[in-house]
């Protein structure tokens, strides 16, 4: 899964003779406090712990690199519920406790002591979370969670970390999505050199088609499809139950374009599997008053895919630009794979985009790039900024690849690093020092 890295794939310069253009890109996807509940283990003492819980913080640009002295707000969470098991082989509970509306990224928690594995769950309505059912790890490993229950916004979320009490001064947990982001990033339709040359799609909607009802919020991989949903097609009457129907269907129109965002669980369990059809993305659309469609296997082969597992990944994000250049399939359940030439390009961000530590640590943070001559940008101004504030000293690796920073004094810095063609993404990295 993507615990604190942010994962880049591109797949770019398509051929346009083709029934679709593809171009592919996988990005790697409050306030007030309230104690629920409470129980602190076998032994009976309390060792009380600091956490740090990191989400992908949505900073704009435009506001003041001062004002991020003052990050501590975690976008997108509106609950949480913190679970300390034992670290052994009955990892029994040791403790819970539940937020809502929890203020910034540090919370406390209590537990009893020794070697402990801490589960938190983000966005878990109420009636998922029964605490005097879970007795141990095993059992909140199998608890699942219905699509029709998701709000993008508010997404469902989870990470884990292991620590020893009492010897820890903060604890930092990486929470991920469930959901993945299937975007839509423009549809062009260009019907040149046919017949029906001067025509577009007319009711024109885009939905996904195979994808998971519900999932585990703890798996990281191996998701077969449960309670199979629109299944081959689209299904009206499951829209209708859900509470964000948007998530799997919009309608859109030609040449008005703004990017369409969907989701669904993810499903990456191998071809030949019972239950491993592919999940699809199908544009739909009227042309001379019959119905067309393009489906699209989402991360497959002859689809844009560009290494790595097949499928829909968890937390990660697919966005696709297509080129319809003419008539479609007569069923939303008959591929079209394009005839492509595909140039692939990779990015991986280590240790994160989120970096905390105390004044006098060094921190290597670096870009692992295929291919490995792409141009990569790491912003010096934004470096010299932070170091004329005492955040932290620099210096670059030889290979342009990475920058070990000696954080210098308490504050908050940050800087982008963007690589070029055929890559052409880019990351927004965090440096938080004596949090």
């Not at 615990?3 to 890109?25: E, M, Q, R, W, Y």
């Not at 975690?74 to 929890?102: A, M, N």
């Not at 990486?174 to 423009?186: G, K, V, Y």
């Not at 080129?323 to 399939?329: D, F, L, Q, V, Y």
């Amino acid at each position: 899964m993507l615990n604190h890295l942010s994962k880049i794939f591109l797949v770019a310069d398509l051929v346009t003779n083709c029934l679709l253009v593809i171009t592919v890109c996988f990005l790697v996807s409050c306030s007030g406090s309230d104690h629920f509940s409470e129980t602190v283990g076998n032994d009976g003492l309390k060792y009380e712990q600091t956490i740090l819980i990191s989400n992908l913080i949505d900073v704009k640009r435009q506001e003041t690199k001062a004002s991020l002295g003052r990050v501590s707000d975690i976008t997108g969470i509106k609950c949480l519920d913190i679970f300390v098991f034992d670290d052994d082989e009955l990892s029994r509970i040791d403790s819970y406790i539940h937020y809502e509306l929890p203020q910034g990224p540090y919370q406390r928690i209590s537990s009893g002591k020794g070697d402990k594995h801490l589960v938190v769950l983000a966005n878990v309505a109420r009636t998922y979370i029964n605490p005097l059912n879970i007795r141990n790890l095993e059992q909140l490993e199998s608890l699942r969670y219905s699509l029709k229950d998701e709000d993008p916004s508010f997404p469902v979320m989870s990470g884990e970390a292991w620590f020893l009490s009492g010897e820890q001064e903060t604890i930092n947990v990486h929470l991920s999505p469930l959901i993945s982001n299937i975007c839509l990033d423009f549809v062009k339709v260009n019907f040149s050199g046919r017949g029906y040359k001067s025509r577009t799609l007319e009711n024109a909607s885009v939905y996904l088609t195979n994808v998971s009802g519900s999932a585990e919020i703890l798996r990281n991989d191996g998701f077969r499809l449960n309670e199979l949903v629109n299944a081959s097609r689209l299904d009206e009457s499951y829209l209708s139950t859900m509470r964000h129907p948007e998530m799997l269907y919009s309608r859109f129109t030609p040449g008005q374009w703004k990017a369409v965002n969907l989701y669904c669980y993810p499903n990456d369990i191998a071809e030949g599997v019972l239950g491993s059809e592919n999940t699809r993305l199908v544009v739909q659309g009227d042309i001379d008053g019959s119905t067309y469609y393009y489906p699209i296997e989402i991360n497959q082969e002859g689809f844009g895919y560009s290494g790595g597992p097949l499928g829909v990944g968890r937390a990660v994000k697919y966005s696709y630009s297509l080129t319809i250049t003419r008539k479609g399939s007569s069923s939303p359940d008959t591929p079209l794979p394009p005839e492509e030439e595909v140039k692939t390009g990779r990015i991986e961000l280590f240790p994160g985009q989120f970096i905390t530590g105390k004044d006098g640590d060094k921190v290597h943070i670096w870009c692992e790039l295929y291919p490995h001559d792409t141009p990569l940008d790491i912003c010096i101004d934004d470096l010299e900024y932070d170091v004329a504030r005492g955040i932290y000293s620099y210096e670059i690796d030889e290979d342009g690849h990475g920058v070990t920073l000696t954080l210098l004094g308490n504050g908050s810095g940050m800087f982008t690093i963007d690589a070029g063609p055929p890559i052409n993404q880019g990351f927004l990295v965090i440096v938080v020092v004596n949090p």
